[in-house]
């Protein structure tokens, strides 16, 4: 019998299935069902419901369960192997959270296979809708929060980041604060990715520590809920939260429901669901300390891992609990690809090209010219003008320009990726702009770091598929090295190694000192301005 497990994403715009045969190392299935299309009485657009105030971005709990009954009944039609899978895992878009009244956990409990689950569930939300993470109404309680914890570096070195209005202790706040009595009648929270482990497993699902961490609720170093934290969000919250747990925690077997409904395997367990951001880094193979992957999209994103929490006191940077047990983090810069097209399009460049061959015509360092690219209000470092800003660079060299927004763009990365304490030993680049080569190369002659590309479709439905794989093993008592699991699924792309050139690499080592320099300077201009 093929040793199948299955993970699910259930993400902002989709939900998807990827099966995983793990004896042939192979995807054996992989499928999407985009919400607006395949469920279009729900109304959302792009996932999200429509809202008057566009600082709140909801969605509906209802239609993630729809969406979970319509998936297993395409793998029926599909012919999918059901009754051979081992486990199932799932990713959740982080920081969404689902309100449950104290009928849920006996509803979950004897689910009836000869209705929906939108009809059995009718009766158990406290709270009709479910804000996401793309929602940012909560400043007020973000200030609220932090200032009760001391502080950004107080909260960060707390919780792993500072207060964020898409972070789901905020969002609690606010809903406390504006529906007191639905906040009173809720018995439990959960987060996207523990209900869906609920619907499945049939019961209250724990958070586990990879998603657990994106709340503002974790204590980051000892992996349990921060007392201070919780008292700081919203009364009688420790009575409201699923236990803590570790990402390869066995919930239970799958609800029977699924099982006289699509024909799972009886036996098939549910392990704890994850993060989508968690679960990408395993789908990208990031198992060790060192390993780093940056995804070169609208925004840069720096995925890393280490073993000791270290948490950025600038409250930039977010530290998360990998689905190994060690740490990852999510440093996002908002100024990625979009940026590099704006200097790509000022100076007439035609494509993507021509813009790398600007970089190959020009020497590491430039002449020691500076550009820092807040074309849009940045995340890191924390910019609320926008503006670029040009240092010893002139504005009509258009080669000069192009290697110093990509130079500008890695060093920013390398200097507000420090507080980690770990120096990458491997990046693996993805996105748009990883098959620009003279591009990769900047990137690993700043990070003095090899660089490998990997395609990266669907990381996080196949990250939750190994982590199935993974809890399935460590309960079985067989030997789960992550080596051994991730192993063929998350090779980098054959042949695409670049290494750092060592005299460029040197070059660089003394333009950083300039480039934060530069920075502080830029800063300390902006905030006399404001
Ligand atoms: C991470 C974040 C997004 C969502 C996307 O903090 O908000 O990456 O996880 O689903």
Redesign the pocket.
């Given at each position: 019998m093929a040793k199948l497990f299955l993970g699910i994403d259930s993400?902002?715009q989709s939900i998807s299935a990827v099966v995983i045969d793990c004896d042939r190392r192979k995807v054996v299935y992989d499928k999407s069902l985009n919400f607006d299309q395949a469920l279009p009485q729900y109304k959302t657009q792009n996932g999200v419901l429509p809202n008057r105030n566009p600082l709140v971005k909801h969605s509906s709990p209802l239609m993630w369960a729809e969406a979970l009954d319509l998936l297993f009944s395409e793998m029926k039609k599909d012919g999918v192997a059901l009754g051979n899978i081992l486990a199932i895992s799932g990713s959740?878009?982080?920081?969404?959270s689902v309100y449950l009244n104290d009928q849920a956990a006996g509803v979950l409990a004897n689910l009836n296979p000869k209705k929906s689950l939108v009809e059995n569930l009718k009766g158990v939300f406290s709270r009709k809708t479910s804000p996401?993470?793309?929602d940012s109404s909560t400043a007020a309680e973000c200030a609220e929060i932090r200032k009760k914890l001391g502080g950004i570096k107080a909260t960060a070195t707390a919780t792993g980041s500072d207060t964020?209005e898409?972070?789901t202790g905020p969002q609690i706040r606010k809903f406390y604060k504006t529906e007191p009595k639905a906040y009173a009648q809720t018995a439990s929270i959960a987060l996207v990715s523990s209900f869906m482990a609920s619907l499945l497993a049939g019961k209250i699902a724990p958070i586990d520590h990879g998603d657990g961490a994106?709340m503002n609720l974790m204590d980051i170093q000892k992996k349990v809920w921060h007392p201070d934290a919780l008292a700081a969000t919203a009364p009688d919250l420790r009575k409201k939260l699923p236990p803590l747990a570790e990402s390869w925690k066995v919930v239970g077997p799958v609800s029977p429901y699924f099982v006289k409904k699509s024909g799972v395997n009886p036996h098939a367990q549910t392990i704890a669901w994850s993060?989508?951001?968690p679960c990408s880094v395993i789908g990208l193979g990031l198992i060790k300390a060192g390993m780093v992957a940056i995804s070169l999209g609208t925004s840069d994103?720096y995925f890393g891992s280490m073993k000791h929490c270290q948490t950025d006191a600038h409250g930039e940077g977010?530290v998360f609990g990998s689905p190994t047990g060690d740490y990852m983090t999510?440093i996002?810069f908002k100024n990625g690809s979009l940026a590099r097209e704006k200097i790509r399009d000022a100076y007439g460049i035609k494509d993507w090209k021509k813009f790398g061959a600007a970089l190959t015509a020009t020497k590491p360092g430039g002449n020691g010219g500076i550009l820092l690219p807040w074309f849009d209000a940045e995340i890191v470092p924390r910019v609320n003008k926008p503006g670029i800003h040009r240092f010893d660079l002139d504005a009509k060299d258009a080669a000069a320009n192009c290697r110093a927004i990509v130079e500008g763009q890695m060093m920013s990365m390398r200097l507000h990726s420090q507080w980690m304490k770990v120096a990458p030993d491997c990046i693996y680049a993805t996105g748009g702009a990883s098959d620009n080569v003279p591009l990769l190369q900047v990137m690993a002659d700043v990070m003095n770091c090899r660089v490998l590309r990997i395609e990266v479709a669907k990381s996080a439905a196949l990250g939750a598929a190994l982590r199935a794989a993974h809890g399935w093993l460590v309960q079985a008592g067989e030997k789960s090295k992550w080596e051994n699991v991730v192993a063929d699924f998350t090779a980098p792309i054959p042949n695409s190694e670049i290494r750092p050139n060592p005299k460029a690499a040197k070059v660089y080592d003394q333009l950083i000192e300039k480039y934060a320099r530069c920075e502080r300077e830029a800063l300390k201009r902006l905030s006399e301005k404001s």
């Open positions: 993400s902002t959740g878009q982080q920081h969404g996401i993470w793309m964020f898409r972070f994106g993060g989508d951001n994103t977010h999510l996002c």
